[in-house]
């Protein structure tokens, strides 16, 4: 279940799709994210932009409040696709990748260790479990949608009721304030 939950963290909502990063899938697969992104780029007709896409600056910024373990000193989530030579490879180059649920599998045949392939299996689980998740909540928003229209008509019918009874009352106050009146005249 830990895992699971790790795995839900690293899961994004960028472009409408949950989607989850190449450094987070090259640490899972404990390989260098530059390995995976090259295998990719070997196998790039496997990765349609419905399986995989690059994220832009923009994107990037939205997204860097929700990751915990950023440095930084590093250019941020940035990929490394090709890590710079000759003293200067601390900071990356490209734009990190992110993979659909799709991609995530598509994955599976082409980093093929034993680790990536545990992991592969944990990943899917963890989009399953997320879908499922948001699912609940979906239809828990639409359940309590529901009560809310019944109790608003609920709250007329209760108002007229209210008022009702409060009619009733003032009639029973103004009687009694009739039938305790102070008598003017012969008393008996």
Known sequence: MEILQSLQNRIYE?????????????????VETKVLNQSVKRHIERFP?????????????KIRVQIKD????????????????????????????????QGV?????????KKAIS???????????????LLIKTDFKHQLDEIRERLGGHDAQLTQIYEAIENILDENAAKNKWDNRTRIGFNK
């Open 14 to 30: 960028i472009r409408g799709q949950r989607v989850i990063l190449d450094k987070d899938i090259a640490q899972l697969y404990e």
């Open 49 to 61: 932009e419905d399986f995989m896409f690059q994220l832009t600056n923009e994107e990037i910024d």
């Open 70 to 101: 950023l440095n930084p000193g590093m250019i941020s989530l940035r990929s490394q696709f090709v890590t710079l030579k000759g003293g200067r490879g601390e900071h990356t180059k490209y734009l990190p990748l992110a993979f659909t649920e």
């Open 105 to 113: 599998a598509m994955l599976s045949g082409i980093v093929n260790s």
């Open 119 to 133: 992991m592969n299996i944990a990943i899917m689980r963890a989009f399953v479990e997320l879908r499922r998740v």
